[in-house]
């Protein structure tokens, strides 16, 4: 996942915010200021409020690029290429170009992420209990709770969160293929999404608010676990073949060109389907054209 806004770069990985990472700093900021904190700490003003929430919601995905930052640093360990973080809706995901990797380093690369959580949640802790005062005091109750929160949730065995990343290493370790681990890491995941948005949806019969959240990151894990499964069977598949033994001829053909412009030109070639590889903003496209009824079936290739 290259797309976001590129904010800066931390020992030669590039960090990038996402669109969804902004609706879902203003979403939090409001539910902080406006229940979380009036609820757990009174006495504030509505503005000192506002200033905890917007300063607590910010020093989480601190806490998320942390959290990415320790499965890259592993992963350069393990001399695989880091080349991007990414912070979005829910989470954020590191750009690492290999993903047949050996099961032991996958294991450890993503049980890094939670360890670290653990390990920033005590010490926000600590911070809470012995250090710090006044408004900062509910700003690090709330980081400790959450990131204790985020290293139990990243522990649950669903791809593609670190404890199913974990699982599916250990599947791979065990079943010697990387499509067969996947899908069952992928099914596991599906189950527990599901599992989530019935008790999302349960939960907003007892109480207003927690139940949207349980609805809503079910509903991104559930759809996350099959798009992660079909980028590796997509990949699986395609490292098998050569491009000459699906392809006869390359050409770069002009981009302006239309489709009826290009089977006028290169339909006599008697074939029936013509392959493109394309790029935009969002990736690789990879298009198969009918020759026949000039139908195009496009399939996003990241």
């Known amino acids: 996942m290259n ?8 020992a030669g990985i590039d960090i990038r915010l996402h669109l ?14 406006t229940s979380y904190f009036p ?9 000192w409020y506002w200033v905890m929430g917007v300063i607590a919601a910010v020093l989480l995905f601190v806490s998320v690029l942390l959290h990415e930052l320790s499965h890259s640093f592993v992963a350069r360990w393990k001399n ?3 080349t991007s973080i990414t912070l979005f809706f829910f989470g954020g995901v590191a750009g690492i170009t290999k993903e047949d990797m050996k099961p032991q380093d996958e294991f450890m690369m993503a049980i890094a ?15 809470f209990k012995f250090v710090v005062v006044g408004i900062w005091l509910p700003i690090f109750s709330y980081l400790y709770q959450l990131n204790i929160t985020l290293a139990v949730f990243n522990l649950l065995p669903a791809f593609p969160l670190d404890g199913g990343r974990a699982f599916r290493a250990v599947l791979y370790g065990y079943m010697k293929d990387l499509s067969k681990a996947t899908k069952w890491a992928a099914i596991v995941s599906r189950g527990f999404a599901m599992l989530m948005m019935v008790l ?6 007892i109480d207003s608010g927690s139940g949207v959240w349980f ?26 073949y050569w491009v000459r033994e699906v392809m006869s001829e390359l050409r770069v053909v002009d981009p302006t060109m239309t489709f009826f412009d290009f089977f006028s030109q290169y ?9 493109f590889v394309m790029r935009s903003f969002a990736g690789f496209w990879i298009c198969v054209l009918c020759n026949q009824c000039q139908y195009q079936c496009s399939r996003w290739f990241c």
């Open 3 to 10: 797309g976001g806004t590129k904010i800066g770069r931390i």
């Open 20 to 33: 969804s990472w902004w609706f879902i700093l203003v979403l939090l900021s409001w539910s902080l200021a």
């Open 39 to 47: 609820l757990q700490f009174k006495g504030y003003s509505v503005g």
């Open 80 to 82: 695989i290429e880091v």
């Open 113 to 127: 992420g939670p360890l670290f959580s653990l390990f920033l949640g005590g010490l926000c802790y600590v911070m």
């Open 200 to 205: 999302g949806v349960v939960s907003l019969f």
């Open 215 to 240: 609805i809503l990151l079910g509903g991104f894990l559930y759809f996350l676990a099959g798009v992660s499964y079909e980028q590796v069977l997509m990949r699986q598949t395609m490292m098998k």
């Open 267 to 275: 339909g006599y070639m008697g074939r029936r389907y013509f392959m």
